[in-house]
T-cell receptor, first 113, second 114 residues
Framework: ETGVTQSPTHLIKTRGQQVTLRCSSQSGHNTVSWYQQALGQGPQFIFQYYREEENGRGNFPPRFSGLQFPNYSSELNVNALELDDSALYLC????????????FGPGTRLLVL | AQSVAQPEDQVNVAEGNPLTVKCTYSVSGNPYLFWYVQYPNRGLQFLLKYITGDNLVKGSYGFEAEFNKSQTSFHLKKPSALVSDSALYFCAVRDNGGYNKLIFGAGTRLAVHP
């Protein structure tokens, strides 16, 4: 098991609502990335944070936003939820000295009804 | 565009037999390549990576992968499969766009039969 934790494990929301997912990085890891994994697909990169700044973003609309805190924990916020947002959301952290190797948390499964 | 292909949706192998899970990639420049495994209702676990050096990379749980630049492949292998190896395997390449984005394949389900 990695030291990356995520909460909650499962979540059910309705279309149009807003959701916040949380991630606690492995100790000493100052880079965090978020991925969306739809059912039957590989993870898709949402964005990455380094030292509290977003420094990379995938093809996701602005209603997907994030934060990274001084203790390197992170949040993913999704506004105006759509049915297609139903997925497993994965957080991954990495060390600055070995940033290419990302260690994933167990994920949060979001269901939008 | 950079991409990863895993041509097999599922691989079936008998316990004790060698296994291979295939991956090909398309990326500009030198690739950073990864294999991850996902068990049901779990996140992804890092198995191994290739950055540079020896084309045969050894990783966790007895897995290894062979980097072949001419064939743009990075196949995952294990000499003797275990039933507990049954899981979903993802190949990934790092995007060369300047940050640490991983591009994943669609995944290959490995089923090891007793």
């Amino acid at each position: 098991e990695t030291g990356v934790t995520q909460s909650p494990t499962h979540l059910i929301k309705t279309r149009g609502q807003q959701v916040t997912l949380r991630c606690s990085s492995q100790s000493g890891h100052n880079t965090v990335s978020w991925y969306q994994q739809a059912l039957g697909q590989g993870p898709q990169f949402i964005f990455q944070y380094y030292r509290e700044e977003e420094n990379g973003r995938g093809n996701f609309p602005p209603r997907f936003s994030g934060l990274q805190f001084p203790n390197y924990s992170s949040e993913l916020n999704v506004n105006a939820l759509e049915l297609d947002d139903s997925a497993l959301y994965l957080c991954a952290s990495s060390l600055e000295s070995s940033v290419e190797t990302q260690y994933f948390g167990p994920g949060t499964r979001l269901l939008v009804l | 565009a950079q991409s990863v292909a895993q041509p097999e949706d599922q691989v079936n192998v008998a316990e004790g037999n060698p296994l291979t899970v295939k991956c090909t990639y398309s990326v500009s420049g030198n690739p950073y390549l990864f294999w991850y495994v996902q068990y049901p209702n779990r996140g992804l676990q890092f198995l191994l990576k290739y950055i540079t050096g020896d084309n045969l990379v050894k990783g966790s749980y007895g897995f290894e992968a062979e980097f072949n630049k001419s064939q743009t492949s990075f196949h995952l292998k294990k000499p003797s499969a275990l039933v507990s190896d049954s899981a979903l395997y993802f190949c990934a390449v790092r995007d060369n766009g300047g940050y640490n984005k991983l591009i994943f394949g669609a995944g290959t389900r490995l089923a090891v039969h007793p």
